[in-house]
Structures are given as C-alpha cells and as structure tokens.
C-alpha cells in the first residue's frame, strides 16, 4: 500500500471512528471490525466498486443473502473458475474507471 492509499484510507476511517465512538459511547477497538467491513463493502469512486468487490470478483453477500442465492456446478472447480473469471473482469472495470478518474482530473488540473 503506497503512502497516498493509506492517507486516503486514513482519512476516510478517522471519520467514521469518530463519529461511531461520539454515537456509541464504546471502546475504539470494539469499533474497528465494524468500521472496516463498511469500508471493504462500500463502493469507492475512482473505481466504482468496493474493495471487496475487487479482490473476490462478486458483491458481498449477508448471511439474509445466503437464503436467496442459488448455486449449481456441474464440476469441483467450476465455481473457482467463475469467481477467477468475474474477479479479472471486475478488476479491468476497475483499472478502466481508474484511468478514466486519472483523465478527468488532469482535465481540472488544466
């Protein structure tokens, strides 16, 4: 992780744990968990899909989620070939959107 992606995270995260310990009245590090899973799960707009998104190539899903979803695979390895293929797909979006972000504010810096 590069010095601006842990400033960017940083300044993102000392917000929300703000926020959450002036509303809850809890310990800082009971809050932590909480605080990371909304981030990984929250879209981000540069690359307009959530980290978790990225690194396992689906949206994430609640345990209410499981009740619905439905998966059937002929083969033992079919499902990681599926996620493999959806994870190199979300992570093209993703740099395509990157580029895309990097374009439009070297126009704004211009």
Do not use: C
């Not at 799960?41 to 899909?49: A, D, E």
């Not at 989620?65 to 070939?81: F, I, R």
């Amino acid at each position: 992780m590069s010095n601006a992606q842990t400033k960017r995270f940083n300044a993102t995260f000392a917000p929300a744990l703000s926020k959450l310990m002036n509303e809850q009245k809890q310990a800082w590090t009971e809050l932590l968990q909480p605080i990371i899973y909304a981030y990984n799960t929250s879209q981000h707009g540069t690359t307009t899909f959530s980290p978790f998104q990225i690194m396992f190539g689906r949206e994430n899903l609640l345990l209410m989620d499981s009740q619905q979803m439905k998966v059937s695979l002929s083969k033992p390895n079919q499902y990681y070939e599926k996620v493999k293929r959806a994870r190199s797909i979300t992570i093209n979006h993703a740099k395509l959107n990157i580029q895309h972000q990097i374009k439009l504010a070297k126009i704004r810096y211009d």
